[in-house]
């Protein structure tokens, strides 16, 4: 089956400008992850759901950031009034489960990178 | 505060040797760590996990060890293969949370 996808692959934009990262989850998965990889570090997380509702959005650096899950599948991640320091490769995942033990699968997007000029 | 450290941020081997890759932690809450690998241009892919409440698991060619006591966990890999050359990151969270903690990787170069 299909795996996660992310829309779009590379994203370039000017600081002050509004973007929005889209993730396409694998079907029938409920939780939904993202995070933020900078260069020559791990992933950082950023927030997570379980179905429609936000879980845990401890990670999201300050209200600039916003994410959505609608209906339970596709998420997007928001943000307004970007900054140089936003660059980085925002990465998606999803797994099975709710996820609140650790101990389900996070399967991950190719990530989308943005560049905030 | 770094939770999950990955100190070598490159390791090389020789095809058909063993890779040892290393991580440490200090959070005595993490009850779940996993390892993935990461290819250029690619997401982070699974590679193997281990419970806090064992101390070993094997799938294949990769065995994860998990030392409690000494807050450290490390990934080998034999034998080593040249596909196996990518970044590989060492990964922990909790009982309460789905929240993967990563450490910085560590990028194996396995030379034909």
């Known amino acids: 089956g299909a795996g996660v996808s992310q829309t779009p692959s590379n994203k370039v934009t000017e600081k002050g400008k509004y973007v929005e990262l889209r993730c396409d989850p694998i079907?029938?998965?409920?939780?939904l992850y993202w995070y933020r990889q900078s260069l020559g570090q791990g992933p950082e997380f950023l927030i997570y759901?379980?179905?429609?509702?936000?879980?845990?959005d401890s990670g999201l650096p300050n209200d600039r950031f916003f994410a959505v899950r609608p209906e339970g599948s596709v998420s997007t991640l928001k943000i307004q009034r970007t900054e140089r320091g936003d660059s980085a490769v925002y990465l998606c995942?999803?797994?099975?489960?709710?996820?609140?033990?650790?101990?389900?699968?996070?399967?991950f997007g190719p990530g989308t990178r943005l560049t905030v000029l | 505060d770094q939770q999950v450290k990955q100190n070598s941020p490159s390791l090389s081997v020789q095809e058909g040797r063993i890779s040892i890759l290393n991580c440490d932690y200090t959070?005595?809450?993490?009850?779940?760590f996993l390892w993935y690998k990461k290819y250029p241009a690619e997401g982070p892919t699974f590679l193997i996990s281990?419970?806090?409440?064992?101390d070993k698991n094997e799938d294949g060619r990769f065995t994860v060890f998990l030392n409690k006591s000494a807050k450290h966990l490390s990934l080998h890999i034999v034998p080593s293969q040249p596909g196996d050359s990518a970044v590989y990151f060492c990964?922990?969270?909790?009982?309460?949370?789905?929240?993967?903690?990563f450490g910085q990787g560590t990028t194996l170069q396995v030379k034909p």
């Open positions: 995942a999803s797994s099975l489960m709710s996820g609140t033990s650790g101990k389900d699968t996070q399967y």
């Open positions: 759901f379980q179905g429609t509702g936000a879980a845990d």
């Open positions: 959070n005595s809450m993490f009850d779940y």
């Open positions: 990964a922990a969270s909790t009982f309460l949370t789905g929240k993967l903690i």
């Open positions: 079907s029938g998965h409920t939780a």
């Open positions: 281990i419970s806090s409440i064992k």
